[in-house]
């Protein structure tokens, strides 16, 4: 939730690990690279992008604002006693669709 937090506020960069000399990258790519980030973690797979446009999007000079990253989706349920309708308990839960394969291949 804090990588976010920090994209809405246009403070991406904080994302940046300290020890890394600001002079030694260029800020828009790190910017670009943590919104690539952000899209490839969407909570349904539909809106994640393919790994073949993920390869597109970084070496491309410029982000297309057609794909900005939308704010992940959590799920949050109050759950309220019978016996006291002043006390409820919050409960919150990631959804995802994530999928997985497996290839083997093997040497004649």
Known sequence: ???????????????????IDPNEYDAEEAKKI???ALLCTQASA????????VVVLLKSKIFPDHLR????????????SREDN??????TAYSSNATASISMSSAR
């Open 1 to 19: 939730m804090k990588a976010w937090r920090l994209y809405e506020r246009g403070m991406q960069l904080e994302l940046v690990d300290e020890a």
């Open 34 to 36: 943590i919104e690539i």
């Open 46 to 53: 539909a809106t994640r992008p393919t790994m073949s446009e």
């Open 69 to 80: 990253p939308t704010m992940p989706v959590f799920v949050v349920s109050s759950l309220k």
């Open 86 to 91: 002043s006390r409820s308990v919050s409960t």
